[in-house]
């Protein structure tokens, strides 16, 4: 994988285990909940990374991770080339505030004992930035920024939309003007019409303030439409990465096709005659996955070399773009 200096964050061999406990009074070890294992990838400045996956694959925790919300098990997290993970506590709060998060539910992420202008000002709160008078300014601006009436402050989130509720959400992680937000499946709770609303938003923000995005969703034709990168995971695993119009148009992960053969396309004929890839089985479980290549139970394309070895993510661009993947057999169709 290609190192560059502009980028923001880098994410190396990262591991998250959840270890199991069986027995009411004994609680004796049942082994682990590989979440996370052994990831790695980068978010250059200024771009959208997109994270897609089924649900469970590992994409929340791997937020989580970026947060320090929880310890993982091994691997490093450079913030602006420093490992956070070897940082004190105490300077964590700086990290804290130019990192932020959307959250995925609009109708759980926000008190309903809380005012809108209580909800977004608390970041400020916790941070100690400006005084009483200038921390309404600010926060009426960033509502307005988010598409909301400044006069609204004082309103409670129930009286609100999806929508609205979720740009409440996402003021409230605006409102320290961070560096990189991390947009966990921000729209998935909402209906189409209103994710159209919020993406758009969001780009603009982006535009507005030079935000970098982690864009975290299961919906590949909603990454597609953000994302300047797409990573790809399975079971805990990254197995393809490349930028989002290239993955989109020559796949090389089994996997990757058989995500993308499920997008519905907005044209009925289309539609009919297109081939749709069915993956066979189920997702494996992450306490016990698979040997050799955790994909290989499912693949139309396995053969025994995938049972037994761990394909390596190796670039299989031509060009400057980076076009990884983890497959034996990458790029044959299935």
């Known amino acids: 994988m290609v190192e560059q200096e502009n980028n923001l964050l880098e994410v190396k061999n990262l591991k998250k285990y959840f270890n199991l406990k069986t027995g009411f009074i004994i609680n004796k070890s049942a ?77 759980a992420s926000l008190s309903p004992r809380m005012t809108i202008g209580d909800i977004v000002s608390e970041p400020l709160e916790i941070h100690k930035v400006a005084d009483k008078k200038s921390r309404i300014n600010k926060i009426k601006k960033t509502l307005k920024v988010v598409g909301l009436n400044p006069e609204h402050i004082n309103r409670y989130p129930h009286e609100f939309s999806g929508g609205q509720r979720q740009r409440v959400g ?19 709770a909402l209906d189409v019409s209103v994710q159209a609303q919020i993406l758009n ?8 303030f030079n935000l970098t995005y982690l864009f975290i969703a299961h919906d590949l034709s909603v990454v597609k439409y953000v994302s300047n990168r797409i990573g790809v ?37 289309l539609e009919r005659k297109r081939q749709r890839i069915i993956l066979p089985g189920d997702v494996p479980s992450p306490i016990n996955p698979p040997s050799g290549c955790r994909f290989h139970p499912r693949c139309p394309n396995a053969q025994e070399i995938c049972s037994k070895q761990e394909p390596e993510l190796k670039n299989y661009s031509k060009d400057d773009n980076e076009h990884l993947a983890a497959c034996f057999f990458a790029g044959k169709p299935i």
């Open 170 to 188: 996402i003021a409230r992680a605006l409102i320290l003007q961070p560096e990189l937000i991390i947009c966990d499946e921000p729209v998935s």
């Open 201 to 208: 938003l969001m780009l603009d923000l982006q535009k507005e």
């Open 31 to 107: 082994g682990s909940v590989k979440a996370v294992d052994d990831i790695s990838f980068f978010i250059k400045k200024g771009e959208t990374f997109g994270l897609v996956g089924e649900s469970g694959c590992g994409k929340s925790t791997v937020a989580r991770l970026l947060l320090r919300l929880l310890k993982p098990n091994a691997g490093e997290i450079y913030y602006k080339g420093i490992n956070i993970l070897k940082i004190k506590q105490s300077r964590m709060f700086k990290y804290r505030r130019e990192i932020q998060i959307i959250f995925q539910d609009p109708y």
């Open 233 to 269: 995971m399975y079971l805990g695993k990254i197995v393809e990465v490349a930028p989002s119009e290239e993955l989109y148009s020559k796949p090389l992960h089994p996997y990757t096709m058989g995500l993308l053969s499920a997008i519905p396309i907005p044209d009925p004929e």
